[in-house]
């Protein structure tokens, strides 16, 4: 009898061993598809890693269901295409539960009509602010299941042209790249630009990764301007920015909210860019915010004023928690989740180990919370767009400095008024 024992204690243990070793074996792997090479490389690289820190943060704490968060990371290039073949090899050979990505709109987008919304598996961008993806869920073709961490351009066109006639530029051409981004932000800014009284003297698209843009800035410099507004990436931005000062351009610069780069600033030169203004979704700092600032350079090599890091860290947290809220993989109940990570009415949580296992404690104790993330407090409308306010900044001394704010209330005050 004793020998029995002995045997079955022994078979315990080593069950016991045996599952604790799989417990920290257990991977949930999320597809990230991120613009890593090509014209938005810069900004791909920082919401990889901003995601990665975001898992990271929550791992420590305990991870979901004693699983750890791993990415499964495909290079877009910054080409629709192939980021579409990339979420496809994700969703039907990986059987992700969700995708991250892209960053760009024109990326974004055609994963979404291609791959995501008809598998309906959760899709969330940190940073593709195109109408376009309002349009796509009030025409019900996302299946409800896209989200993202940043503001529609519909309100950033507003915001821009606002600031724009604030600082002098009353004969703006206008040079924009020709993809959906472009176009609708032009679109946007146009119309409320030339409501505010403002005048377009020529406006030029582009296609991306030319060798020379020298055609695009001729024309764009007939009418005599008294400034350019610039809808660019960093890379192809320079290159054009570079071009228009070559040629005599005044140096005087509206920027999109993707210029506000360290890259573009050095490529161009400081000394060109004296009056060089911009627009940027804001922030609505919280603790998060703080936590991010301090941590991120050191986990990621990247300075945290990257456009895409702060949001990329958000998606990151808020999908890691809704997938531990879901408990499951079940791409239906994680969108349903998505809601419940930023529930109005749960506790609030904020970034880092300490938060996120707290946050997991409250989930597992079936009680709410509310991420709220480092560009602020969120919430998803039922087409997973959130509002915030508008960074509006300039270059001193080659460095991106905040020159002001424009609110939620006060943006819906100002397209209320132009309607």
Request: net charge negative.
């Amino acid at each position: 009898m004793r020998k029995m024992i002995l045997q079955l204690t022994t078979t315990l243990a080593l069950v016991t061993m045996a599952s604790a070793a799989q417990a920290a074996d257990c991977k949930i792997t999320v597809g990230l598809v991120m613009e890593l090479t090509g014209p938005a490389g810069e900004y791909g690289q920082a919401g990889a890693k901003s995601v990665e820190m975001a898992f990271r943060d929550i791992n420590e704490a305990g991870g979901v269901r004693g699983c750890d968060l791993v990415t499964d990371t495909r290079d877009s290039q910054s080409q629709g295409n192939i980021a579409v073949d990339a979420a496809t090899q994700l969703v039907q050979v990986k059987k992700v539960p969700v995708i991250i990505g892209g960053i760009i709109s024109s990326v974004s987008i055609p994963i979404l009509t291609s791959v995501t919304a008809p598998a309906k598996i959760v899709q969330v961008s940190p940073a593709s602010s195109s109408p376009t993806l309002t349009a796509l869920g009030r025409d019900g073709k996302t299946n409800g299941i896209f989200f993202r961490t940043i503001t529609s351009d519909a309100l950033q066109g507003v915001a821009a042209a606002k600031y724009a006639i604030d600082k002098g530029f009353k004969k703006l051409s206008i040079i924009h790249v020709n993809n959906d981004f472009g176009v609708n932000m032009v679109a946007e800014f146009s119309r409320a630009y030339k409501a505010l009284g403002g005048t377009i003297v020529s406006d030029t698209p582009y296609n991306e990764k030319q060798s020379s843009y020298a055609s695009e800035v001729t024309a764009a410099m007939a009418g005599e301007p008294d400034g350019l507004y610039l809808v660019s990436t960093p890379v192809d931005g320079a290159t054009v920015a570079r071009t228009w000062i070559s040629q005599g351009g005044v140096q005087k610069f509206l920027l999109n909210d993707g210029m506000n780069s360290p890259d573009f600033i050095e490529s161009v030169g400081a000394d060109y860019l004296k009056d060089a203004y911009g627009t940027s979704s804001g922030t609505s700092p919280t603790a998060s915010t703080e936590y991010f600032t301090k941590n991120y350079k050191a986990f990621s090599g990247i300075e945290p004023s990257n456009p895409a890091a702060d949001r990329s860290y958000d998606a990151g947290a808020i999908v890691g928690l809704a997938i531990a809220i879901a408990g499951s993989e079940d791409p239906a109940r994680i969108k349903d989740a998505m809601y419940k990570a930023v529930d109005p009415a749960g506790t609030p949580i904020f970034a880092g180990k300490e938060e996120f296992a707290k946050a997991l404690g409250l989930i597992k104790e079936g009680k709410p919370i509310r991420y709220e993330g480092v560009i602020g407090p969120v919430a998803f409308d039922k087409f997973g767009d959130i509002t915030g306010p508008f960074r509006l900044w300039k270059i001193i001394d080659g460095k991106v400095t905040t020159d002001g704010e424009m609110t939620t209330d006060d943006v819906n005050a100002l397209q209320a008024k132009l309607q």
